[in-house]
Nanobody, 126 residues
Framework: QLQLVESGGGLVQPGGSLRLSCAASGFTLQNYAIGWFRQAPGKDREGVSC????????KYADSVKGRFTISRDNAKNTVYLQMNSLKPEDTAVYYC???????????????????WGQGTQVTVSS
């Protein structure tokens, strides 16, 4: 059964760091583009970062460039999102998702993704 499970969220002070994990089961993660998205209360879900199939290309939202890094560990069938210099406006539920098929070029368009995890809460507050 295809499944994506996010973990690693929590409460962190401004300027702190967290590493989110997206563990896949039921499929080989490296064959698909994997995206991270977030949704804050009262706001639309937005794309944060994406890594293309086979992990060659990455893409970031302007709001997180230089602070967040996406990577994958094929042996663990897991994608990570390293988040540094966190700000209160990064507070949201973070989701990972996969594209329907292989996609070399990363994308932050929600409609390109067909399978979603349950999300993990990230709260940045002093």
């Amino acid at each position: 059964q295809l499944q994506l499970v996010e973990s690693g969220g929590g409460l962190v002070q401004p300027g702190g760091s967290l590493r989110l994990s997206c563990a896949a089961s039921g499929f080989t993660l490296q064959n698909y583009a994997i995206g991270w998205f977030r949704q804050a209360p009262g706001k639309d879900r937005e794309g944060v970062s994406c890594i293309g199939s086979h992990g060659i290309s990455t893409k970031y939202a302007d709001s997180v460039k230089g602070r967040f890094t996406i990577s994958r560990d094929n042996a663990k069938n897991t994608v990570y999102l390293q988040m540094n210099s966190l700000k209160p406006e990064d507070t949201a539920v973070y989701y990972c998702a996969k594209t329907e098929g292989s996609r070399f070029l990363p994308t932050l368009r929600l409609t390109d993704f067909v399978s979603w995890g349950q999300g993990t809460q990230v709260t940045v507050s002093s």
